[in-house]
């Protein structure tokens, strides 16, 4: 698709400037412990930013490794992470996750996609926004803004986020890979929403193929 990728990434980098949220503040963009990013990173599925992060904040001030989730039950970590979404699920698994690391792979977590994703409750999201924020690695993590975004502007038409993640490819310029998730994040939370965008305020609209059919 013939979309100018530089003018888009620099106005998403401008509404991140003015960008107020929890996401900018979270680990996921201080280089914490990749065991931290990762455990983080399942609590944010399907909950609010505004939830997610101050949980995580909190757990971390007193469990830090896969060493000290092993020693909790997971009634008490039920109890630290609730009103995480699907907080009893996502206990268990983080505590299956602490014995595998532990046990499988001499206390790292993994640093491939593919020995990720064999992790309980780790899917391709997760595992790409761990190689990307706690490993550096070149890849692109598609949530649910990065798709929506990505289609609606017109940069990818894909009907699912692993669709979307190889059609981003490419067209974005390896060098932004690591960039699009939460300038995209912090553009669909203020912006370019999931119902009523705000597509009067939208510098995108020019290149926009969503406006123009509206």
Not at 43 to 63: G, H, M, Q, W
Not at 73 to 96: D, V, W
Not at 148 to 162: D, E, F, Q, W
Request: hydrophobic share 35%; aromatic share 10%; glycine share 2%.
């Amino acid at each position: 698709m013939n979309k100018d990728i530089e003018f888009i990434i620099n106005y998403l980098k401008e509404v991140w400037k003015d960008y107020e949220s929890p996401l900018k503040s979270n680990i996921h963009l201080k280089g914490n412990d990749p065991f931290q990013i990762l455990i983080s990173t399942i609590l944010s599925t399907r909950t609010k930013d505004e939830i997610t992060y101050p949980t995580a904040k909190k757990l971390f001030e007193i469990y830090k490794n896969p060493e000290d989730f092993i020693k909790i039950s997971t009634e008490e970590l039920e109890r630290l992470i609730y009103p995480i979404g699907f907080y009893k699920t996502k206990a268990k698994s983080i505590k299956k996750i602490a014995e595998i690391i532990i046990r499988e792979y001499n206390n790292k977590v993994p640093d491939e996609f593919e020995e990720l994703i064999k992790l309980p409750n780790v899917g391709r999201k997760v595992a790409n926004l761990v190689l990307s924020v706690a490993y550096s690695k070149d890849v692109i993590c598609v949530d649910t803004h990065v798709h929506r975004i990505s289609n609606r502007i017109g940069l990818v038409r894909a009907k699912t986020p692993t669709e979307t993640e190889f059609k981003l490819m490419e067209v974005v310029p390896r060098k932004y890979w690591r960039e699009i998730n939460y300038l995209m994040v912090g553009f669909g939370q203020v912006i370019c929403k999931p119902t009523k965008p705000k597509c009067d305020v939208c510098k995108l609209k020019a290149v926009c193929d969503y406006f123009k059919k509206h």
